[in-house]
């Protein structure tokens, strides 16, 4: 399936959201360290609802570390300056989303990082600095799941 990866996130209710997301649509859910919140936070778990246990969720302890287990994986960075669409991908099962802080995004030397396939974007009205990261990973995950017919990694659906 397809992995989602949250570099440094801060906020607690989005990373409960990508658990439950990682969750329904059997993606795994990886974070890479530092963490805006301590995993246990009530915030995270209310966001996740029931679902932490149906969830496959890795923390890293830095960006090298989460690019190597997650290797050999295509990693597409998003980011609202990012020079493809979103929808232009031909996503493969094993690649990597990955999405920034809340509210910085992925830092310059993340962007410029030679192990990216590309950096993607979700069109947004002008003038608009970005969507909250757990509707963001969503909508990447679903065109992701989306372009291999909504099949289980078994070729179930």
């Given at each position: ?118 950096r993607v974007r979700l069109p947004m009205l002008p003038g608009r600095r970005s969507m909250n990261l757990a509707n963001t990973a969503s909508v990447a995950v679903y065109e992701a799941w ?12």
């Amino acid at each position: 399936m397809f992995r989602i990866l949250f570099h440094e996130p801060r906020i607690a209710g989005n990373t409960g959201a990508a658990i439950r997301l990682a969750a329904v649509t059997g993606a795994e859910l990886h974070l890479v360290e530092p963490l805006g919140f301590d995993l246990s936070e009530a915030k995270l778990r209310r966001a996740g609802l029931d679902y932490h246990d149906l969830a496959v969720m890795t923390v890293h302890p830095d960006l090298d570390a989460a690019l190597t287990a997650l290797a050999p994986g295509k990693v597409y960075a998003f980011t609202a300056g990012g020079d493809e669409l979103y929808t232009d991908i031909a996503y493969e099962p094993g690649d990597v989303l990955m999405f920034g802080a809340e509210p910085t995004g992925l830092p310059p030397e993340v962007l410029t990082d030679p192990r990216l396939a590309a950096r993607v974007r979700l069109p947004m009205l002008p003038g608009r600095r970005s969507m909250n990261l757990a509707n963001t990973a969503s909508v990447a995950v679903y065109e992701a799941w989306r372009q291999h017919g909504f099949t289980l990694p078994d070729g179930t659906l």
